[in-house]
């Protein structure tokens, strides 16, 4: 690795006094105009905060930089800054260790909203009232909208493409831009090829000396020299390089906060890259360095190939590297993992990955959820709780553009568990009429209402509230007046509300599967890459692993904050995981003990507690309705889609590991 790279004299003129050409022709140049995902001299970037939450409490709370804080939640650790991982702090120390390994620490509890309260605030003691307290994440969000704002103020309007895919994380597809700087650095580019065929090789790069500033520059592939001549694809990561050092000082300047970025060719390698060397610096992985980077890898580390497909990747191939995995001839493959699994981890672990940098918030769904422990016994405290729910939901659709109309839901859902029975209910929300906080809640208590009809639904052991059904607001001329919702609407709405229950309020009977069908809203549990409630069961290192909010790409069905993916669903098997190894290690006959007592019926899996298996049994539930939601089970074999514009693996209409079901998005965090 080298921090700054100079190459020898260009040698474009050889022996024959031929200029030599460039690999690139004219073509693909107009191809990085237009950001396709084709072009070979794409540019991609990925941003990622420092120790996100650790930091907006310390901007928020004006504490020098060198002061070791973490974020706290509940008894947990959810986010260390850097000062204090010199320490050995992790996510997965307990407080009290932490507090021994580094006694000077601040810990921050989560903001949160107290039960009946109307709105979050920081409470002393909300680590002790894990009962009566839920989280809330809106300070960090709103720093998070304040950041995408910032960088997208950096960039050009009419060039940029900036996807947010988390709530600390951006891609950026540079390609537009770069080309731009591209044409007026090098004005003979702008010059018509020969011949006017666009299919004419470039030619080379008049420098041979690219400065990469304080950029980690990834090793070159074996058989590659810093010797040989930069190309075209050289120039524009350095170009793009150049745009996100400026992002990030801007980032830096304007708002104090530090985060790291990944330059390459595409997504998943970008992504790699900003985690590579951290905090506070960038990476770049030129396309002559890829394979080097990517074989040092795990193949776990590879958005999509971290859960349960790697797992099986694992066991089928005896390895976890890349090196080995690159091995593999692709029929092997493509038999023991299936054809579009299989071509599509041949791809991957090559650098291929033609996923579209979405600028376009695709939420599908949003959840709202808690597990009650002690539970809830009463028709008046659900529905305290369901205020809060829909508080917490109405902030995240304001983020979505709900008050301008942008983009709104179209159904709500209830789910209510006691010990044996889930229930659900649904109804659709209005339209054509300003969506606000108050409509919500009577929605939200209506559906309580019919499930409070249905008898015996005390004690109550978790309540999940989610708006789902997200399409594009209407435009046009009608002012934000033209949707508020007067008294007789309110009462139409409720005339909805019943036949919507004539038509899906008959769940029980009907069985599983039929309500599954109608609460696509359940498919948030899969969705999230921002801890919600229902993380907080599990505790909160078990949420979204580091690369678990990532996802991709443009076709996947997208809810809150990601894809309906695979990755999801590695975080909730990370959950699972934890769940197990949170137990004391060795076979001590405690720990035997709460095995026995304590054992998932379907699935074995050991938990430590009644609660934990509790919530495991809750991850079951919504694994299930997951799987009715996309409909088949994943990582299944599946027939290429006829007619699709993009080739398979990628195609629109396939789910591939990282994506979800077609339509796409990410639950995945839009910075802002
Ligand atoms: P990350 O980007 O994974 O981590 P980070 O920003 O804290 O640290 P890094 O510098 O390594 O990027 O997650 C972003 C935020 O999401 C994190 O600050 C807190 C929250 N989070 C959780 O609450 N639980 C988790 O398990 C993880 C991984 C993150
Ligand atoms: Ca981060
Ligand atoms: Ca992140």
Redesign the pocket.
């Known amino acids: 690795m080298s921090s700054s790279l100079s190459f020898q004299p260009s040698s474009s003129l050889p022996d024959n006094n031929q200029p030599r050409k460039s690999r690139f022709t004219y073509r693909q140049l107009g191809q990085l105009a237009l950001s396709s995902t084709a072009c070979p001299l794409r540019v991609v970037a990925h941003v990622?905060?420092?120790?996100?939450?650790?930091q907006c409490e310390m901007v928020r709370l004006g504490v020098a930089e060198d002061q070791p804080l973490a974020?706290q939640?509940w008894q947990g650790l959810?986010?260390?800054n850097y000062p204090s991982r010199k320490f050995g702090l992790s996510?997965h120390i307990p407080i009290a260790e932490a507090k021994k390994l580094c006694p000077d620490i601040i810990l921050q509890h989560v903001a949160t909203w107290k039960e009946g309260d109307e709105k979050w605030a920081y409470h002393d003691d909300a680590s002790k009232n894990i009962a009566t307290h839920k989280v809330s994440l809106d300070p960090y969000r709103l720093e998070s909208r304040r950041i995408l704002a910032c960088i997208k103020e950096t960039l050009p309007a009419h060039l940029q493409t900036v996807e947010k895919a988390?709530?600390?994380?951006v891609f950026m597809d540079l390609s537009a831009q770069v080309h731009t700087i591209m044409l007026e650095t090098y004005p003979e580019l702008t010059l018509p090829p020969p011949g006017n065929d666009p299919n004419e090789n470039l030619p080379l790069p008049p420098t041979s000396v690219l400065d990469w500033k304080a950029d980690t520059v990834v090793d070159l592939n074996s058989g590659e020299t810093e010797y040989d001549d930069p190309d075209w694809d050289d120039v524009a990561i350095l170009l793009g390089s150049e745009i996100v050092r400026t992002v990030r000082a801007a980032v830096r300047e304007k708002l104090k906060y530090t985060c790291?970025g990944g330059i390459a060719h595409n997504k998943m390698l970008a992504k790699l890259g900003s985690?590579h060397m951290?905090?506070n610096q960038q990476t770049v992985i030129r396309n002559r360095a890829v394979q080097q980077f990517l074989s040092d890898f795990k193949f776990a580390k590879i958005r999509g190939l971290g859960g349960k497909l790697g797992d099986q990747v694992s066991s089928a191939f005896g390895t976890e590297s890349v090196k080995d995995l690159l091995l593999v001839p692709i029929e092997q493959l493509k038999q023991k993992i299936g054809d579009d699994t299989g071509m599509w981890i041949y791809q991957i672990i090559r650098g291929i990955d033609t996923s579209e940098v979405n600028a376009r918030t695709q939420i599908k769904s949003m959840l709202s959820a808690k597990s009650f422990r002690p539970s809830v016994n009463s028709a008046e405290q659900a529905r305290r709780w369901l205020r809060i729910f829909v508080a917490d939901i109405y902030s995240r659709l304001v983020d979505e553009g709900v008050l301008e109309n942008k983009r709104r839901p179209r159904t709500i859902n209830l789910h209510h568990r006691t010990g044996g029975q889930t229930r659900s209910r649904q109804a659709p929300i209005p339209q054509g009429k300003k969506l606000d906080e108050a409509t919500l809640f009577d929605l939200a208590k209506v559906l309580m209402d019919q499930i409070i009809l249905e008898g015996r639904i005390w004690p109550c052991l978790n309540l999940s509230l989610s708006v789902g059904g997200f399409e594009d607001g209407v435009t046009g001329n009608r002012g934000i007046g033209d949707f508020l919702i007067k008294g007789d609407d309110a009462k139409a709405q409720n005339r909805v509300l019943q036949s919507s229950d004539a038509l899906h309020g008959d769940h029980d009977r009907r069985g599983k599967h039929r309500r599954i069908k109608s609460s696509k809203g359940i498919d948030k549990f899969f969705a999230r890459a921002?801890?919600s409630e229902h993380d907080e069961e599990f505790g909160?290192?078990?949420?979204?692993?580091?690369d678990a909010?990532l996802l991709a790409g443009q076709d996947a069905a997208s809810t809150e904050y990601g894809n309906i993916t695979d990755s999801s669903r590695e975080a909730n098997e990370a959950m699972e995981k934890e769940e197990i190894d949170d137990m004391p290690s060795g076979p001590s006959a405690l720990h035997q003990q709460r095995i026995t007592e304590f054992i998932c019926k379907r699935c074995q899996s050991a938990l430590s507690s009644a609660a934990a298996l509790q919530n495991h049994q809750d991850w079951h539930l919504a694994k299930d309705l997951q799987e009715e939601v996309l409909g088949q089970p994943l990582h299944s074999s599946r027939p290429s889609a006829a007619g699709s514009k993009r080739k398979a693996p990628h195609s629109s209409r396939q789910r591939r590991p990282g994506q979800g079901k077609a339509e796409k998005g990410q639950s995945k965090l839009a910075f802002g």
């Open positions: 990622d905060l420092d120790a996100f939450y650790a974020v939640q959810i986010a260390i996510r988390s709530i600390d994380e790291s985690g951290k905090p921002e801890p909160a290192q078990m949420w979204p692993q580091p909010d």
